[in-house]
């Protein structure tokens, strides 16, 4: 462990500093500055001895995180960089985008705030890239084994990286122009910016993955061509098809999906020439209470949108944990999140009704009702709507699943909106297997490193007949909540 009394002498949470927010407004760069040392050494000797670790359940990947803790507490960075990568692939994504349900299981939360492990856990891997303790591993012997991978989002290059140190040759295929799936394009910059997935592709590109970019399987080699060519497969194409809500008014110009915002965007700040959605003076509403909500509100007033409300269908949660939300659940709590520091209006209890559109059939207003309960359904009590002013309307309420068409009719089964698989991620057609948000559904980046892992590990049992790859979770593990 770390100090043994740190957690007794140091009780508050401390966190590195932020932009101001006018500063950090102005610009798309990531909102965090570094932390004084000593306070982050601080920080890492609040982890206790706590004699059953929940942290290790919190996270899917079973982080060792009172173990890297204890390093850095030390300053043995070199140990700590080999504990966090001993089991996550990728902590600049999750240290940066990840919710750190690690963090609500933390057994110093019962009576005080959580470790701060997120921060310790960002700090770690960013200082292991400055001093050069991260380099490539290079597998010792090639294993002739032929392994696809199409996609290239979270759980795409956690099963890249770890086959191709198992030996096997990969390719991963991703339809867009870059690597990174919604890692590079659904994520703001404010909140991951690029150079991170770039060098981390790049440390994938010396250890022998190879990418091929602007390649849509089943449109530029079909389904069949690529069951031909490589040994396995292993899918991991996300779940993008968004969740719409088909009001009157729905194909009013101005109403949008959130994706359909923030990739433009987020294209833009690459550098390239797009035509995006822009919210400058815009009365901007925002359906969606989520992190993808939260994205396209500090993109919005970026854009120095006139007005942004978020409407939130549901209460308002409580500011502490509820005592039906007992530790270690992941509690629903009221959650103030970078964006809403910035600006914006927050509204719950508000089930959209209808778009409304003025004379000459453009978007001006949001019908809004108060949210009623009816046989445990939320439906919108009559007699309680409201008009409130709208430019823009973002729908920003999470998707339904992946995109099932093109491989239903090749083979794949689809349960729940989802590829089905078996216990060990495979699926109905031989040597393909299913990994990710593709075949758990809408889900956090860290759970698709861990089935990304995991999915390795199956497919070079496959390949090999045994294996020494880790497998943190399996399909049908969910986390611990209310």
């Known amino acids: 462990?770390?100090?043994?009394?740190?957690?007794?002498?140091?009780?508050?949470?401390?966190?590195?500093?932020?932009?101001?927010?006018?500063?950090?407004?102005?610009?798309?760069?990531?909102?965090?500055?570094?932390?004084?040392?000593?306070?982050?050494?601080?920080?890492?000797?609040?982890?206790?001895?706590?004699?059953?670790?929940?942290?290790?359940?919190?996270?899917?990947?079973?982080?060792?995180?009172?173990?890297?803790n204890d390093a850095m507490w030390r300053d043995e960075l070199e140990r700590a960089?080999?504990?966090?990568?001993?089991?996550?692939?990728?902590?600049?994504?999750?240290?940066?985008?990840?919710?750190?349900?690690?963090?609500?299981?933390?057994?110093?939360?019962?009576?005080?705030?959580?470790?701060?492990?997120?921060?310790?856990?960002?700090?770690?891997?960013?200082?292991?890239?400055e001093e050069g303790l991260i380099t490539p591993f290079v597998a010792e012997r090639i294993s002739g084994r032929r392994v696809a991978v199409v996609g290239s989002g979270p759980a795409g290059l956690a099963a890249a990286q770890q086959l191709t140190r198992a030996g096997h040759t990969v390719v991963v295929y991703e339809r867009d122009d870059r690597v990174g799936g919604l890692l590079r394009y659904g994520i703001p910059d404010f909140k991951l910016e690029k150079h991170h997935i770039d060098r981390r592709l790049a440390q994938m590109r010396a250890e022998g993955t190879r990418f091929r970019t602007g390649v849509e399987i089943g449109v530029d080699?079909?389904?069949?061509?690529?069951?031909d060519r490589f040994d396995a497969i292993v899918v991991c194409t996300g779940a993008l098809a968004p969740r719409d809500l088909p009001l009157p008014g729905r194909d009013l110009p101005g109403?949008?999906?959130?994706?359909?915002?923030?990739?433009?965007?987020?294209?833009?700040?690459?550098?390239?020439?797009?035509?995006?959605?822009?919210?400058?003076?815009?009365?901007?509403?925002?359906?969606?209470?989520?992190?993808?909500?939260?994205?396209?509100?500090?993109?919005?007033?970026?854009?120095?949108?006139?007005?942004?409300?978020?409407?939130a269908i549901g209460k308002r949660p409580p500011v502490e944990r509820p005592a039906d939300g007992p530790w270690p659940t992941t509690p629903r709590v009221f959650e103030v999140s970078t964006s809403h520091e910035e600006g914006g209006e927050r509204t719950f209890l508000a089930s959209t009704v209808e778009f409304l559109a003025d004379d000459a059939g453009a978007l001006r207003a949001l019908s809004v009702a108060e949210t009623g309960f009816v046989d445990g359904r939320r439906v919108p009590l009559p007699g309680t709507e409201q008009e409130i002013p709208a430019d823009l309307?973002?729908?920003?309420?999470?998707?339904?699943?992946?995109?099932?068409?093109?491989?239903?009719?090749?083979?794949?089964?689809v349960e729940r909106g989802s590829f089905a698989r078996a216990r060990d991620y495979s699926t109905d057609v031989p040597g393909v297997y299913v990994a990710g948000d593709a075949g758990r559904g809408q889900s956090l980046i860290v759970w698709a490193i861990a089935e990304g892992r995991a999915a390795a590990a199956e497919v070079d049992a496959y390949l090999m007949g045994s294996t020494l790859l880790p497998k943190p979770v399996t399909p049908t593990e969910a986390a611990l909540s209310v």
Not at 4 to 17: A, D, I, M, Q, S
Not at 403 to 413: I, K, P, R, S, Y
């Open 393 to 413: 309307v973002l729908i920003a309420l999470g998707f339904t699943g992946p995109e099932t068409a093109q491989l239903a009719d090749w083979g794949l089964a």
């Open 81 to 129: 960089v080999g504990l966090l990568h001993s089991t996550n692939n990728f902590p600049e994504f999750t240290g940066r985008a990840c919710p750190a349900p690690c963090e609500n299981a933390c057994v110093l939360g019962i009576n005080q705030p959580a470790v701060t492990i997120k921060n310790i856990e960002v700090t770690i891997v960013d200082r292991g890239f």
């Open 255 to 311: 109403v949008e999906f959130a994706m359909d915002y923030l990739v433009p965007v987020n294209r833009q700040q690459a550098g390239d020439e797009v035509e995006i959605i822009d919210a400058a003076g815009k009365d901007v509403i925002i359906i969606g209470g989520g992190d993808t909500g939260s994205d396209c509100l500090g993109t919005a007033l970026r854009q120095q949108a006139n007005s942004v409300t978020t409407l």
């Open 1 to 68: 462990m770390a100090d043994p009394r740190g957690f007794l002498k140091v009780t508050e949470r401390e966190l590195p500093p932020k932009r101001p927010v006018p500063v950090r407004l102005m610009d798309y760069r990531e909102i965090n500055t570094t932390m004084d040392r000593q306070a982050f050494i601080e920080q890492a000797g609040r982890c206790m001895d706590c004699g059953i670790p929940f942290c290790h359940q919190g996270c899917p990947l079973g982080n060792y995180i009172p173990e890297w």
């Open 221 to 227: 080699i079909s389904w069949d061509d690529l069951h």
